[in-house]
């Protein structure tokens, strides 16, 4: 059974940085995306970071590029979310996704319906 674990979240000032980890077991991700996504209050899931592991190509809306760095460590099952410069509109349930899936060589699945197997999340908090 594949199982997402993320860890990390807290509350943290404008312009601060945080990091967040995703921890995955019962697969070895190696042809996989890995995609993080933000849910904030009364808004709908939205992907923030997506990885291809295979290729290394990566997705982030423009409202987070240059902010937020996706990174993982295959050897570890590990994901990481890099976030700087926090902004209040930063804050939601941070999730942790996989899609196992097989998808189209060059994209990156980046909608949460693309998406197979969730963690339960980690609260982001910012504050201005």
């Known amino acids: 059974e594949v199982q997402l674990v993320e860890s990390g979240g807290g509350l943290v000032q404008a312009g601060g940085s945080l990091r967040l980890s995703c921890k995955i077991t019962?697969?070895?991700?190696?042809?996989?995306?890995i995609g993080w996504f933000r849910q904030a209050p009364g808004k709908e899931r939205m992907g923030v970071s997506c990885l291809s592991i295979n290729d290394g190509n990566t997705y982030y809306p423009n409202s987070v590029r240059g902010r937020f760095t996706i990174s993982s460590d295959n050897a570890k099952n590990m994901v990481y979310l890099q976030m700087s410069s926090l902004k209040s509109e930063d804050t939601g349930v941070y999730y942790c996704a996989i899609r196992m899936r097989h998808y189209s060589s060059g994209y990156v699945p980046s909608s949460p319906n693309e998406y197979d197997v969730w963690g339960s999340g980690t609260q982001v908090t910012v504050s201005s």
């Open positions: 019962g697969r070895i991700f190696d042809d996989d995306a």
